[in-house]
């Protein structure tokens, strides 16, 4: 097994300098490694570069990983079902599911030793859950099938080719995506009814597709236009063909939310869990997030020049909007999937 001396620990993690940390972390460190293994759910190497985190992890930890792909809201049910039975250590949800998870008693807090980096709005003051990375709603545009990349939602609408947007009152991004369409067309958190009509127009014209935006989906060219997350189009788009795909963010309004992992309460490697969240807020981990595309949280991590240019400018991101009004928006979640089901899955032909 392998075990670092403190200095080498503290330099892989970047934590301060003092006794507390340091005696702190290399009992977290050493539990850890006695655990030997985190199991994930939704962390799959391919979403956001966590791929590298994991290789770190077991490099420089010894620690072993495994991961289940699903969706926030499965993640958090997967928690809630099995309790002390548990097969997941660690999710990673969107910030809708962020309060939801820790509402339902399924999580518990790790403050990792960088937390005074993480900005207030994008944490929970006791430590259940922190944005580790940003997001913002972009169009991707397969080039061979479609003839004018769509730059703004106008555009979309006026288009003959499909749209992808996704499992719609289930998965984080799809959810996103439309309170994207909310904010470009009027709306906003409160205000999802711009968006519901905007995709009543698209299924009424037989333009809403519901196939999966996957990268498989996407190289098998079957999907012409999805609604994604910044980083995993651009992700999606340099593993296939950078030629073959136009991303970018819609110039009309788009929104900026993230992501946070979440520590199972019934965890059955909590230490190995709370390693893993340590690591990816430290210097290394939040390059490994930028490396997949994803805009780190912490702002005082200085990017290298290459990975900094896999990021879309910044000038396109004028017109993109936080969530400001949180407890606004998650009434609006819930209410979702059966504004959408009676709205737009009823016009599916």
């Keep these: 097994m392998k075990v670092f001396t403190t200095t080498s620990t503290l330099l892989a993690l970047s934590l301060t300098h003092n006794v507390y940390a340091t005696e702190s972390m290399e009992s977290l460190i050493k539990a850890a490694q006695k655990e030997g293994q985190v199991y994930s759910v939704g962390m799959p190497d391919s979403w956001a570069n966590w791929k590298d985190t994991w290789v770190d ?10 991961d289940t792909d699903m969706s926030s809201a499965q ?21 809708a599911f962020a309060r939801v998870a820790t509402s339902k008693g399924v999580t518990q807090p790790y403050k990792p030793t960088t937390w005074n980096d993480v900005p207030d709005w994008a944490k929970d003051k006791d430590g259940h859950w922190a944005l580790a990375y940003t ?13 004018n990349a769509p730059k703004t939602w106008a ?19 799809a959810n996103n995506a439309v309170l994207a369409a909310a904010f470009a067309n009027g709306g906003d958190e409160s205000n999802l009814k711009p968006a519901i009509q905007f995709f009543e127009k698209l299924s009424k014209q037989g333009r809403l597709s519901y196939a999966d935006p996957s990268l498989a989906n996407l190289e098998k060219g079957e999907v012409e236009v999805a609604v994604m997350w910044d980083f995993n189009a651009l992700n999606y788009r340099d593993k296939i063909d950078r030629t073959r795909f136009t991303v970018g963010i819609p110039q009309d309004g788009s929104v ?3 992501y946070t992992t979440i520590i199972n309460k019934y965890a059955k490697n909590p230490n190995a869990a709370k390693l893993a969240r340590e690591y990816i807020f430290s210097d290394s981990g939040q390059i490994n997030l930028a490396n997949g595309y994803a805009r780190p949280i912490r702002t005082n991590v200085t990017l290298p020049v290459e990975t900094q240019a896999k990021l879309i400018p910044n000038d396109q991101y004028k017109a993109t ?9 998650e009434k609006s979640a819930r209410r979702l999937p059966r504004a959408w089901q009676e709205n737009v899955l009823i016009h599916q032909q």
């Design 57 to 66: 992890l077991k490099e420089k930890y010894n620690i072993s990983h495994q």
């Design 75 to 95: 993640e958090i049910a997967k928690f809630e079902a099995e309790k002390n039975n548990a097969t997941a250590d660690i999710g990673d949800v969107g910030f």
């Design 135 to 147: 997001g913002t709603i972009s169009f991707i545009s397969n080039n061979n099938l479609v003839k």
């Design 155 to 173: 555009d979309l609408l006026e288009g003959d080719y499909k749209v992808t947007i996704g499992d719609v009152g289930v998965a984080s991004q």
């Design 256 to 258: 900026t939310s993230g």
């Design 321 to 329: 909007h936080p969530i400001t009004d949180f407890k606004a928006w």
